[in-house]
């Protein structure tokens, strides 16, 4: 029996608040996201920027099999499981990753944690477009709040760079546009339930071709002689890739994309706080303008969750 004629009755439903216990993975994976930005910053200086991302997705390729067999949940991935673990793996893992890495050798890590995760300026017209959906009066509060605190952070930014930051913020620019791409597949395919049994398969489809293209492009790993090289792969493999992947992945499937795009902009507020104090990068005024807009953004679609929304209408 098809199952295509339910795709349109899973889009239009309405999405369930935030639980508090999925409200603190979501904050643990934005505080862990938010630290992999001075650590990508700092692994930079000394790792290739393929072969960063493939040691990242590599590793967490190599945790997360084991873990499944270990835990008798390692298995292929159906027919209809494959195109979404394709795009998972190559546009949200694989391009977006080496195109951040990229950039981060032409820009401060502040800045352009933004960028990267801007993907609202891409998925609420993609939402509307594509999906039909919908905003309600808190989303489209918060996606105003959002979308200003982008343009507070970022114009200043674009206005005074040279051809060398040009180039950083262009390769973060498509890296927002390949995850918001990602994240509209998902919801068309409400079918595929995005739990650990996919995360194996997708960590290798991004793995494999970034280990390729890294050893034609950077030849050998020898970044690897390096013992600071191992902690950074650590941290951005198994913690900031197998973890924190899977919650987020969750997020996708079980909230609306307007309400993801929002959250994942927590991203670079944990971002440029790190970064303002492990580099040393100002926080100006127009920061702190758009780092508070963020956070209200942020708090928008986390009120049902924290009873906010009654507490509002008993005052």
Not at 16 to 26: Q, T
Not at 135 to 163: E, F, K, N, R
Not at 208 to 225: R, S, T
Request: charged share 10%.
């Amino acid at each position: 029996m098809s199952t295509a004629p339910a795709a349109p009755r899973s889009l239009s439903l309405p999405h369930k608040p935030m639980s508090r216990l999925f409200l603190v993975c979501v904050v643990l994976a934005i505080c862990i996201w938010g630290g992999n930005w001075p650590v990508m910053k700092f692994g930079s200086q000394f790792i290739p920027p393929l072969w960063f991302a493939a040691s990242r997705f590599l590793s967490a390729a190599i945790l997360s099999f084991i873990i499944a067999a270990v835990l008798g949940k390692l298995r292929l991935p159906t027919r209809q499981e494959w195109p979404v673990v394709a795009g998972v793996g190559v546009l949200q893992m694989g391009l977006f990753t080496a195109l951040v890495t990229g950039a981060l050798h032409f820009v401060m890590p502040g800045r352009a944690s933004l960028i990267a995760y801007a993907t609202s300026i891409w998925v609420v017209p993609g939402a509307a477009l594509v999906l039909k959906h919908k905003m309600s009066s808190q989303q489209s509060a918060a996606t105003v709040c959002s979308y200003a605190g982008i343009a507070v952070i970022v114009l200043p930014a674009l206005l005074h760079a040279d051809l060398h930051s040009m180039i950083g913020y262009l390769m973060l620019g498509a890296a927002s546009l390949s995850w918001a791409m990602n994240i509209l597949q998902i919801k068309l395919t409400p079918g595929v339930k995005l739990d650990f049994d996919l995360l194996p398969w997708q960590t290798l489809v991004a793995a494999v071709p970034l280990c390729v293209l890294a050893l034609a492009v950077d030849g050998a790993p020898v970044f690897l002689h390096n013992p600071h090289a191992w902690g950074v792969i650590a941290y951005t493999g198994p913690l900031a890739t197998a973890l924190t992947f899977l919650i987020v992945l969750q997020m996708t499937q079980r909230l609306s994309p307007v309400t993801v795009s929002v959250c994942m902009l927590g991203v670079p507020v944990v971002g440029l706080t790190l970064s303002s104090l492990v580099f040393g990068e100002q926080l100006s005024p127009d920061l702190l303008l758009g780092m508070g807009l963020l956070c209200l953004g942020l708090m928008l679609p986390a009120l049902p969750a924290l009873g906010m929304r009654r507490l509002v209408a008993k005052g």
